[in-house]
């Protein structure tokens, strides 16, 4: 396990919910300024600090970044809770952002983003909820959410199939299922997943996205990661994917009525965005990202960047064994720019 020790910081959404960050211990002065970790559904913070020996909080640190992760409302380190990509968007990132900025008196940042924390994060830019961000990363998702055809059947029939019998999915029971609830949806998992992952592993490819495994390629991972991956998923609220269900459905963002596209209108965001993906994606295909970067490229064109890796899938981008010498030397790149 990388040597890694934080500071947390409590901080209120702006509706109340109770948060945190967490702020990487250094002992020398970041000259690069603050730039912010933000994590995806159903993991915390810690998901960017994998044992892989030097990992991105390191690769950060090492370039000068002062690193700081959010704990949203979708993280295991907060209240279970029923949410949806609104709520976090206007409540959770406007507020993070507003302490990171209040704490280290910068009045610009940077933030790296992924899947869910990834897609809520651009609904808070479109939206011009912050202008402190002036350098967004974003992984795997942003404003179009494209998915394979089985994943969009397991959100339009299954998900309204699990709905009446649970309020959550959570990959702990892969190892833990305490009740019949539970050790039934262990069953299924085992039965349809017979990849050579742990059962949490598989749990977290029956709940997320299509395949064997959805999030990940095994041979990205050494068996260190693989174990630790085990502690690293919890609860999901099945809310989050009636929202997504209805931007799948739309090709973009929309609101969790389903009111508004968040893609309908100029955005409110002077950020430059740099999306990343990778093209083994079995949770959001690569083209979410492309696409996203094409309707941003026409806005603003040159401003912004766009990198397909071949070999990743979804979070082994920032799981991988090799992700020090493939990945981090863009994300440094970009950010530096």
């Given at each position: 396990?990388?040597?890694?020790?934080?500071?947390?910081?409590?901080?209120?959404?702006?509706d109340?919910?109770?948060?945190?960050?967490?702020?990487l211990?250094?002992?020398?002065?970041?000259e690069?300024?603050?730039?912010l970790?933000?994590?995806?559904?159903g993991?915390?913070?810690?998901?960017?600090n994998?044992?892989n020996?030097?990992?991105?909080?390191?690769?950060?640190?090492?370039?000068g970044?002062?690193?700081?992760?959010?704990?949203w409302?979708?993280?295991m380190?907060?209240?279970?809770?029923?949410?949806?990509?609104?709520?976090v968007?206007?409540?959770?990132?406007?507020?993070?952002?507003?302490?990171?900025?209040?704490?280290?008196?910068?009045?610009?940042?940077?933030?790296?983003?992924?899947?869910?924390?990834?897609?809520?994060?651009m609904?808070?830019?479109?939206?011009?909820?912050i202008p402190?961000?002036e350098?967004?990363?974003?992984?795997?998702v942003?404003?179009?959410?494209?998915?394979s055809?089985?994943?969009a059947?397991?959100?339009?029939?299954?998900?309204p199939?699990?709905?009446?019998?649970?309020?959550?999915?959570?990959?702990?029971?892969?190892?833990?299922a305490?009740?019949l609830?539970?050790?039934?949806?262990?069953?299924?998992?085992?039965f349809t997943?017979?990849?050579k992952?742990?059962n949490?592993g598989?749990?977290?490819?029956?709940?997320?996205?299509?395949?064997?495994?959805a999030?990940?390629e095994?041979?990205?991972?050494n068996?260190?990661?693989?174990?630790?991956?085990?502690?690293?998923?919890?609860n999901?609220?099945?809310?989050?994917?009636?929202?997504?269900?209805?931007?799948?459905?739309?090709?973009?963002l929309?609101?969790?009525?389903?009111?508004?596209?968040?893609?309908?209108?100029?955005?409110?965001?002077?950020?430059r965005?740099?999306?990343?993906?990778?093209?083994?994606n079995k949770?959001?295909?690569?083209?979410s990202?492309e696409?996203?970067y094409?309707?941003?490229?026409?806005?603003k064109p040159g401003?912004?960047?766009?990198?397909?890796?071949?070999?990743?899938s979804?979070?082994?981008?920032?799981l991988?064994?090799n992700?020090?010498n493939?990945i981090f030397?863009?994300?440094?790149k970009e950010l530096?720019i």
């Amino acid at each position: 396990m990388p040597d890694h020790s934080f500071d947390i910081f409590p901080f209120k959404a702006i509706d109340g919910f109770k948060c945190n960050l967490w702020r990487l211990r250094s002992g020398s002065v970041k000259e690069k300024g603050p730039v912010l970790l933000v994590h995806g559904a159903g993991v915390r913070s810690n998901i960017f600090n994998p044992p892989n020996g030097k990992n991105l909080l390191h690769v950060l640190s090492v370039a000068g970044y002062d690193v700081w992760l959010e704990n949203w409302r979708g993280s295991m380190e907060c209240q279970k809770n029923e949410w949806n990509l609104d709520q976090v968007a206007f409540n959770d990132h406007p507020a993070a952002v507003q302490e990171v900025c209040r704490v280290t008196g910068a009045k610009k940042i940077k933030a790296i983003i992924h899947c869910q924390g990834s897609t809520s994060f651009m609904i808070s830019a479109v939206n011009g909820f912050i202008p402190e961000v002036e350098t967004i990363v974003s992984n795997a998702v942003s404003l179009h959410p494209v998915v394979s055809s089985f994943a969009a059947l397991k959100l339009n029939y299954i998900v309204p199939l699990v709905k009446p019998i649970t309020k959550y999915l959570n990959p702990q029971w892969g190892d833990h299922a305490s009740g019949l609830k539970e050790k039934a949806f262990q069953l299924l998992v085992k039965f349809t997943h017979r990849e050579k992952d742990t059962n949490v592993g598989k749990f977290v490819s029956f709940t997320y996205g299509n395949g064997y495994p959805a999030l990940w390629e095994l041979e990205n991972l050494n068996p260190e990661t693989m174990e630790w991956i085990r502690n690293e998923f919890g609860n999901v609220p099945l809310s989050f994917f009636d929202h997504i269900k209805k931007c799948v459905s739309t090709g973009a963002l929309v609101s969790a009525n389903g009111q508004i596209n968040y893609s309908s209108f100029k955005p409110k965001t002077n950020a430059r965005i740099v999306f990343i993906t990778g093209k083994k994606n079995k949770c959001f295909s690569s083209k979410s990202q492309e696409e996203s970067y094409t309707y941003f490229n026409a806005k603003k064109p040159g401003y912004h960047r766009f990198y397909q890796f071949d070999q990743y899938s979804h979070l082994d981008i920032f799981l991988g064994k090799n992700s020090i010498n493939d990945i981090f030397p863009t994300i440094v790149k970009e950010l530096n720019i």
